[in-house]
C-alpha cells in the first residue's frame, strides 16, 4: 500500500468491512496525492475547512473527464444538477427556496410535527415481524421506512406509495454497481425511473398548487419569496435529491446503528432503559459509523496549500468524512464508541453550504427507530458479521442485516 493507491484501497469493496486502517494511514499525511491524480484529504481539520472554502467546486460540470463510475450520490439524468452539484449563487438561491417550507425560520416546526406519524410508521413495520424469528433489517424496514417518510413529507397519496417506492428503488440501485452486472442497463433503467418520477412529481406538483395542503410539495409551489418560485424542473431536481441523499442517509444511519449496537449489547440494553440517551448515542453513531465516508468529488479552483501540499487548480479532491470523525488530533480514542462521548462535532452530515439540510429528519427517524427496534425485539442477535455490504463506495452501509429474534413486545 502506498500513498497513492489509498483511494483505491478505501474504495475497494474487498475492504468494505472495515476501511478505517486505511484512514488511519492517510491521516499520516494527511494529504495524499493519488496515482490516477487526484488528491484525498483525512484529517478533520482539514477536511472541515475544506468544506467551507469557496476555492472548491462543487458543480459537476467542473468534474472534467472523471469517470466517477460508482463514485458520485447521484447521477443526473433528464434534469439539471441539484444544488448538491452547484456552486453559489446558483445554489444558494435553491437551497433558499427549498428550507422555507422545510425548517427554521420560516417553517420551524415541520420535522417535529411529524413525530407522531413516524413513530406509527415505525410501529407499524416492527408490528409485521410478529410470527417472525429473522428478518433482514435493510429490505424490510430500514430501506422502506425513509422512502414512506419522504411520501408523507412530499404530500404523496397513499395509494400512490407503491409506485414511488418502485422508483425509488430503481434510481437508488443506479448508485450501486454490482459485479457482473450491465452497468449500461442499470443507468437505462435509472435513466426511464427519474423521467417517469419526474413526470408524476410535475403532475403532483400543478394539483397542489391549485389544491394546496400542509406538505412540503405544496409549500415549494405556493411560496412567494425573495428568491420567486422553483421552475417545474427545479422542483423535479430538488425532490429527486430529497428523495435520494435523503433515503440513502437514513439507510445507512440506521443499519449501521443497529449493526454497531448489535456489536455492543450493553449499550442496546441502555438504549432500553435509557431512551433519553437516544439523542447523544445517535450523534456518537454519525461520528463512529457515519452514513457518507467519502464527499462527492469536488474541484479546487485555484492552487491551494492544504497541511503544506499545494493542490494545483483544476484537481479533483476528495474528502473523507469519515477518516476525520476519527482523527485522533479532534477525538480523544476515536475508535471507541462512546454514547457519553462530549462535545461531538462530527463530520458526518458534511459541513458548509452544503451540509445536509436533512440532517434534523434523518436524527428523528434513526432515533425513533433504533429505540423501538431495542425496545421491542426480545434477545436480538446479529445472523452474520461482517454483514455483506452495499457496493458503493461512497454511501457506506449493509446492504443485508439479518437479525434473529426470540420474539417481537407489544
Known amino acids: 500500500m502506498t500513498p497513492g493507491t489509498l483511494l483505491q484501497q478505501i474504495t475497494d469493496y ?26 484525498l484529504v483525512g484529517g478533520y481539520y482539514q477536511v472541515r ?9 462543487s458543480d459537476a460540470r467542473n468534474l472534467v473527464g472523471q469517470d466517477g463510475r460508482g463514485l458520485q450520490v447521484e447521477e443526473e439524468a433528464g434534469v439539471p444538477p441539484s444544488m448538491l452539484r452547484l456552486d453559489p449563487p446558483e445554489h444558494d438561491r435553491l437551497r433558499r427556496m427549498a428550507m422555507r417550507p422545510f425548517g427554521p425560520p420560516h417553517t420551524p416546526r415541520r420535522v417535529h410535527e411529524m413525530r407522531g406519524e413516524l413513530a406509527q410508521i415505525v410501529s407499524g413495520m416492527i408490528d409485521d415481524f410478529q410470527g417472525k424469528d429473522q428478518v433482514d433489517l435493510v429490505d424490510h424496514f430500514a430501506y422502506p421506512f425513509p422512502v414512506t417518510v419522504i411520501c408523507r413529507l412530499l404530500g404523496v397519496p397513499r395509494e400512490d406509495e ?7 428503488d430503481t434510481i437508488v440501485a443506479g448508485a450501486d454497481p454490482t459485479a457482473g452486472e450491465d452497468y449500461a442497463e442499470r443507468q437505462r433503467a435509472m435513466h426511464q425511473a427519474r423521467i ?23 409549500g415549494l409551489v405556493t411560496d412567494h419569496g425573495p428568491d420567486g418560485q422553483m421552475s417545474t424542473i427545479e422542483l423535479m431536481s430538488t425532490s429527486i435529491v430529497l428523495l435520494i441523499a435523503g433515503h440513502e442517509t437514513t439507510v445507512n444511519l440506521i443499519t449501521n446503528g443497529m449493526l454497531t449496537l448489535l456489536r ?29 465516508h467519502l464527499a462527492p468529488p469536488r474541484v479546487t479552483l485555484a492552487d491551494i496549500d492544504i497541511a503544506g501540499t499545494v493542490v494545483p487548480k483544476n484537481s479533483t479532491l476528495w474528502l473523507g468524512l469519515a477518516s476525520g470523525n476519527r482523527d485522533p488530533r479532534r477525538f480523544d480514542d476515536p475508535d471507541r464508541f462512546d454514547p457519553d462521548r462530549r462535545d461531538i462535532q462530527h463530520l458526518a452530515f458534511g459541513s458548509g453550504i452544503h451540509s445536509c439540510f436533512g440532517a434534523p429528519l434523518a436524527r428523528l427517524e434513526a432515533q425513533l427507530a433504533l ?11 446479529l445472523v452474520a458479521d461482517p454483514p455483506p455490504y452495499r457496493p ?19
Open 264 to 292: 455492543y449489547p450493553e449499550h442496546l440494553e441502555r438504549l432500553v432503559k435509557e431512551p433519553d440517551i437516544a439523542v447523544p448515542m445517535i450523534e456518537e453513531l454519525l461520528r463512529y459509523e457515519p452514513p457518507v
Open 196 to 218: 417517469e418520477l419526474g413526470r408524476y412529481l410535475a403532475g403532483l406538483a400543478e394539483d397542489h398548487r391549485h389544491s394546496p395542503g400542509d406538505d412540503l410539495l405544496s
Open 371 to 381: 429505540t423501538e427496534l431495542a425496545r421491542r425485539l426480545t434477545n436480538p442477535r
Open 162 to 168: 407503491p409506485r414511488f417506492h418502485v422508483w425509488a
Open 392 to 410: 458503493n463506495p461512497l454511501l457506506r452501509g449493509p446492504r443485508h442485516l439479518e437479525v434473529a429474534f426470540d420474539g417481537v413486545r407489544s
Open 49 to 57: 475547512s475544506l468544506l467551507h472554502d469557496p476555492r472548491i467546486s
Open 14 to 39: 474487498a475492504n468494505r468491512a472495515n476501511p478505517y486502517p486505511f484512514y488511519a494511514e492517510l491521516r499520516k499525511t494527511p494529504v495524499a496525492r493519488q496515482d490516477d491524480g487526484s488528491y
